[in-house]
């Protein structure tokens, strides 16, 4: 099938490799334009604009898609590009640009959107963390046909997949990344998938993640920040302060029978630290100082002493 491909990070990139895999005929990739990381804050491609240049796509990047938002000339140069691209559907996965009306409305089969939650739980920006962060048992991906609203389409393909005890943003996220290439090959290569609207009950909103929320708030209860020190792997990773320096945290066990003051050093030693919270308290076993690597908190210990009895902000 002649398709175009909306789509920015590695969750994307994954999928599109699937697409290419399957003899699809990418006409043209959309991803959003170079932007600044690493310590260098040099202009770095996005996953999946350097995996159309692999494999010699058309790509384009505009800032927007808005024909009368802020960049009408990049919104112009893209409907100008699809519409040469003369695409049967559109699938976007993680592309992070609202899609206007009229770009929905372009491709006979319109757009096919991958989406890492099983709606209409965690429509939104960060499906995956707020999973991981409410305790949900299991989750999955969603193949939706687009509409103008905020992930709420109708649903072709549906197919969950189980919430680890020990899983991070990161694990959960590679194997959804996964499962939604392969439910986009399917879905495309099915002559026609019923269209099931979403149910009007059960909808919640995965909002996008702050810096804000890395701090860990002590007085909550230990089974609360140790999903949210998973849902924040590998961003922005739960972090504390010790005396004044930030420390981040990756890795916690909840330890039950045991508390005291929030925040308070129960135990330091080579086994990790134990701090009191809320409720009960946590072992934190894996940590990492500003500039440093992860470590296992016995080794930070060894460098850095923080001794039974201090308090943690």
């Known amino acids: 099938m002649r398709i175009a491909f909306a789509g920015t990070p590695e969750f994307a990139a994954v999928a599109l490799a699937r697409l290419i895999g399957a003899c699809h005929d990418v006409a043209l990739v ?3 334009p170079d932007r600044p990381a690493g310590r260098g804050m040099k202009l770095q491609a996005s996953p999946v604009k ?3 240049l692999q494999h010699g796509l058309p790509l384009a990047q505009p800032r927007s898609l808005r024909l009368d938002g802020k960049y009408p000339d990049d919104a112009r140069t893209a409907q100008q590009a699809l519409e040469a691209a003369q695409p049967e559907c559109m699938v976007v996965a993680a592309y992070g640009l609202i899609l206007p009306a009229w770009t929905l409305a372009l491709p006979r089969r319109g757009c096919l959107n991958i989406h890492a939650s099983l709606l209409p739980r965690w429509r939104g920006a960060a499906p995956i963390h707020r999973a991981i962060e409410a305790g ?5 991906i969603t193949i939706m046909q687009m509409d103008s609203g905020l992930d709420t389409g109708d649903m072709l393909l549906c197919q969950t997949e189980p919430i680890l005890p020990d899983d991070t943003t990161a694990s959960l996220h590679d194997r959804l990344a996964a499962l939604g290439g392969e439910l986009i090959v399917q879905a495309l ?11 009007t009950e059960g909808i919640t909103y995965a909002h996008k993640i702050e810096k804000a929320e890395a701090a860990i ?3 909550l209860p230990a089974v609360v920040i140790e999903r949210r ?5 590998p961003f922005p990773g739960a972090s504390f302060l010790c005396e004044g320096e930030p420390i981040k945290l990756w890795h916690a066990r909840v330890e039950p029978g045991r508390g005291g003051s929030p925040g308070r050093v129960l135990q330091a030693d080579a086994d990790g630290l134990v701090v009191a919270c809320g409720e009960q308290a946590l072992r934190l076993l894996q940590l990492q100082r500003a500039g440093g690597r992860r470590l296992v908190a016995g080794a930070l210990l060894q460098a850095r002493p923080i001794a039974v009895g201090q308090q943690l902000a």
């Not at 020190?229 to 792997?233: G, I, L, M």
């Open 50 to 52: 350097q995996l159309a």
């Open 189 to 199: 290569a099915a002559p026609a998938l019923p269209a099931v609207p979403q149910p």
């Open 136 to 140: 949900d048992a299991d989750t999955g």
């Open 229 to 233: 020190v998973r849902a924040f792997d």
């Open 30 to 32: 959309l991803t959003q």
């Open 217 to 219: 708030n002590w007085a």
